[in-house]
């Protein structure tokens, strides 16, 4: 069956440089796009990033751009999401999906900004 399974959150300090990475399975991974979503408390889910297929296209929100970067390796089937130069509002739950696939979420991985 279809699993998403995200990993490398924790609590960071501002100005932090987390990598979190998902390991995508039960589904042709090279046929979707993937994305990088997160979901604040008290706060709609919203997307923080997209990558095609081959990874040559990248589109990011406003408010990460220019200080996340989403990467793919194909061979491995993971999606990874490079974060620096945290702030407190990038708190928030990151789930990665599989664009296209369905409605297949995984548990979420919890990175806390905060001194």
């Known amino acids: 069956q279809v699993q998403l399974v995200e990993s490398g959150g924790g609590l960071v300090q501002p100005g932090g440089s987390p990598r979190l990475s998902c390991a995508a399975s039960?589904?042709?991974?090279?046929?979707?796009?993937m994305r990088w979503y997160r979901q604040a408390l008290g706060k709609e889910r919203e997307l923080v990033a997209h990558i095609a297929r081959a990874g040559g296209i990248k589109t990011y929100a406003d408010s990460v751009k220019g200080r996340f970067t989403i990467s793919r390796d194909n061979a491995k089937n993971t999606v990874a999401l490079q974060m620096n130069s945290l702030k407190p509002e990038d708190t928030a739950e990151y789930y990665c999906y599989a664009y296209g696939l369905g409605d297949y979420w995984g548990q979420g991985t919890q990175v806390t900004v905060s001194s």
């Open positions: 039960g589904f042709t991974f090279t046929s979707y796009p």
